[in-house]
């Protein structure tokens, strides 16, 4: 069993009218299968200083301590407990953490640890993180912190300030969300050391906070002393000009304000209750007249005694001529009312009503005489409210200079009464100072270190170095210039790709660099006139006819020799490229000899008369050419040379150099030499040379029926491409397309899919086919 290469098939694939979905999955696939070395690479350097990091780093341990500050927590001193709103408490915290990160505690830290001596915290030292970033970032911090003095006078003062600083860089604070807790943290090689220099923070935080308060309260006492005797003297002589007023106006104070209101307050009363009283008098007298007027028999008269009924004797009496009355209507309907006992029972009547009138009437003269009374007290009372009421008037002008009086007086007892009691409550303040923050848990020597973190570490570093690689990568395909992909071509240029020439093995290469042509072979071939026959990049498709790169030449053949809608066939083929080393003289070549193969008649021509590649391979040295049948130094026909293979006939540039080509190109005689080879030849095809450094295909793209620019897979820059493109001016049938040259089959699959190998445009492109397995 042996395995043998198939011929690489031949596939035709129409563009999509539209991209399917998803699509944008496929391109970032083929993104990472072209960049994923770059990616790879890029997370594996990171990983490995990460690795490096790791073995390096000092392990350092955290203590944390607990703070609350909460300003509103109780005080036995104070009458009622403190308020403020949300904003004015976060204000608060956060200046509290300012104070914690400040120099002056971490200072006080140091003085109580004796942190000088200890030979745990002389001998930390920058972390390697530390010493690199440590000085970037002192410069660019900008949070607000107490500034150390500056020119320390002497070395221990220089000393304790780079403790200090020691300790800042040791100490880091956190609010926990929007709460009042604190964390202190402290991270040092040392754990005992965290937890002794996290406790420290807090002592020295309370301390000074304490230290504080009591300079606060001992100044502000003194303060008030001398603020409370001055309110004191004030009210004093406030309430004395006060007192002093209302003797020199006759104004007398009472428990219900003055004694004028008093009066008038106590006169309209007693007014209020005399008229009253003469009214209650006044019915009393006219329902004793009303009384004397009706018979005690009435009911009417019941009706009217009201408070009469009081009178026990006038009850009596009326009771008594009821009784009398009832028994002598008995009487009188019984035996007749002539009977001695009704007689007598109406005379007993008579007497009883005759002694009811009388004590009525007596009663009515004693109503009279206490409405005469009442008349009397309301009178004398009226006058005196009208006394009074004069008497006030007299005094309002008084009063309202009192009013004004009292009001100072009043304000400052008051502000004396205020500052006496923040005086009282300083001087507690003084004795038995309270801070607003307490601990809620102390910190700890902890048991296993924070830093560094190795699982953290090491999948951050994974996943920095996979975000660097991408980046990396996406830099790499932003800043990849070069045409790729046969879309890339069409979306770029509008041309088609027509052809992808892979790029050539190492074997045929190898092949194509054999050695010189002899002395002798040189001379046969000068006296036949024909070209060299030895293996070169220049005759591939003559030497490897079953290889892919000259598949492809054969197909490209096939869609130059394609009819199409012109004025003239295509005879004569210009094959250029943007810039030099592209293979387009390889590319002119071949295509060439496989005209000359099919049987057609086919002349090389080589324009590029500058560098002269197909010259120099094809024919031996300083062999005249193009640039002698122009000038008249050598007919066309003597000029040609054949290749003994595949008849293919080629005339070399010029023996020497051409001063000026482009002129040469445009001349009449130019174009006259190629009217003959169009009439004499099946197919021309012309090596030309590259757009970007001269002119030289400009000036023959008259002499051309159609070009074909041969572009170096990833090497042509895309702009250069279009500005030059333009700049030869061709229409859209001008330029029959694009060939990429020196494709790498295998990563071609990496920017287009797989599909790249298999349609581009419509046109015929060759794929590569497995190998297939054949028995001998």
């Not at 009591?214 to 001055?230: C, F, G, N, Y």
């Amino acid at each position: 069993m042996t395995t043998t290469n198939r011929p690489p098939e031949l596939t035709y694939a129409a563009p999509l009218a539209e991209p399917l979905p998803f699509q944008w999955m496929g391109q970032m696939g083929l993104f990472v299968r072209r960049r994923w070395p770059i990616i790879i690479g890029t997370a594996a350097g990171v990983v490995a200083l990460a690795l490096v990091y790791l073995f390096l780093a000092t392990p350092q341990y955290t203590a944390t301590t607990s703070l609350v500050i909460d300003a509103r927590q109780g005080n036995p001193f104070l009458q009622q407990p403190t308020s403020s709103d949300s904003a004015s408490e976060s204000a608060l915290v956060e200046s509290q953490v300012e104070v914690l990160r400040s120099f002056g505690v971490a200072r006080l830290v140091v003085e109580r640890l004796n942190l000088a001596e200890d030979h745990a915290f002389q001998s930390i030292g920058p972390g390697i993180i530390q010493s690199v970033v440590g000085p970037i970032m002192r410069l660019l911090d900008t949070s607000p912190r107490s500034a150390a003095p500056a020119n320390p006078a002497t070395e221990a003062e220089r000393r304790e300030i780079q403790n200090t600083e020691a300790v800042q860089r040791l100490i880091a604070i956190r609010r926990i969300g929007l709460s009042y807790m604190l964390e202190i943290s402290v991270r040092s090689p040392n754990p005992e050391l965290s937890a002794r220099i996290a406790n420290a923070v807090v002592d020295a935080y309370t301390a000074a906070q304490l230290d504080g308060r009591v300079q606060t309260s001992r100044r502000a006492s003194v303060w008030l002393e001398d603020r409370i005797r001055e309110l004191r003297e004030q009210a004093i002589a406030a309430d004395r000009a006060v007192q002093e007023f209302k003797v020199r106006n006759n104004i007398v104070d009472t428990d219900r304000g003055l004694i004028n209101e008093a009066q008038l307050s106590d006169l309209n009363t007693q007014l209020s209750a005399a008229r009253a009283r003469v009214a209650e008098t006044e019915a009393r007298v006219d329902r004793a007249q009303a009384l004397l007027s009706s018979n005690p028999r009435d009911a009417q008269m019941g009706a009217q005694m009201g408070d009469m009924l009081q009178n026990q004797v006038v009850v009596q009496l009326r009771q008594q001529y009821l009784d009398a009355a009832r028994r002598e209507a008995e009487w009188s309907q019984r035996y007749g009312a002539n009977h001695v006992a009704a007689v007598n029972l109406r005379a007993e009547m008579g007497r009883l009503q005759q002694a009811l009138r009388s004590e009525l009437s007596r009663l009515a003269d004693s109503y009279r005489s206490d409405l005469a009374v009442a008349r009397a007290n309301l009178t004398n009372l009226e006058q005196q409210m009208q006394e009074a009421v004069a008497a006030s008037a007299n005094t309002n002008a008084d009063r309202i200079m009192l009013r004004a009086l009292q009001s100072s007086a009043d304000t400052y007892r008051t502000n004396y009464e205020n500052f006496l009691q923040r005086y009282t409550q300083a001087v507690q303040d003084q004795s038995f100072p309270i801070t607003d923050a307490r601990v809620v848990s102390a910190a700890t020597a902890p048991l296993k270190p924070s830093n560094p973190n190795k699982p953290l570490v090491l999948g951050g570093a994974i996943l920095a170095g996979l975000m660097a690689g991408v980046a990396v990568a996406f830099l790499r395909d932003i800043g990849d210039r070069g045409l790729r992909t046969p879309s890339q071509v069409k979306a770029l240029t509008g041309l088609d790709c027509i052809g992808l020439l892979p790029r050539m093995t190492k074997r045929e290469l190898r092949h194509g660099r054999a050695a010189r042509t002899t002395r002798e072979e040189a001379a046969a071939q000068l006296a036949a006139h024909t070209l060299s026959t030895r293996p070169s990049t220049l005759r591939h498709v003559v030497m490897h006819p079953l290889s892919q790169f000259s598949e492809v030449i054969r197909d490209l053949r096939i869609y130059v020799a394609k009819p199409r809608r012109r004025s003239r066939p295509i005879k004569v083929i210009g094959v250029v490229s943007v810039m030099a080393n592209e293979g387009k003289s390889t590319v002119s070549a071949n295509l060439a000899q496989v005209f000359a193969q099919s049987g057609r008649r086919t002349v090389l021509l080589d324009f590029d008369l500058r560098k002269a590649t197909l010259t120099q391979g094809l024919v031996p040295e300083k062999q005249p050419g193009f640039f002698e049948v122009v000038t008249g130094k050598l007919s066309l026909t003597d000029a040609l040379w054949r290749d003994p293979q595949t008849g293919l006939r080629f005339l070399p540039a010029s023996a020497n150099r051409v001063p000026d080509a482009a002129g040469l190109l445009y001349s009449e005689r130019a174009s006259s030499v190629m009217e003959e080879l169009r009439t004499t030849q099946d197919c021309v095809v012309v090596d030309l040379p590259a757009l970007a450094p001269v002119i030289d295909a400009h000036a023959v793209s008259h002499l051309i029926d159609a070009f074909i620019l041969v572009a170096e897979w990833g090497r042509v820059d895309q702009d250069m491409l279009v500005e030059n493109l333009a700049r030869l001016g061709l229409d859209e049938g001008g330029l029959l397309g694009v060939v990429l040259n020196k494709v790498d089959v295998r990563g071609l699959p990496r920017y287009a899919g797989r599909g790249s190998l298999q349609g581009m445009g419509g046109y015929a492109v060759y794929q590569p086919a497995p190998p297939t397995k054949v028995n001998n």
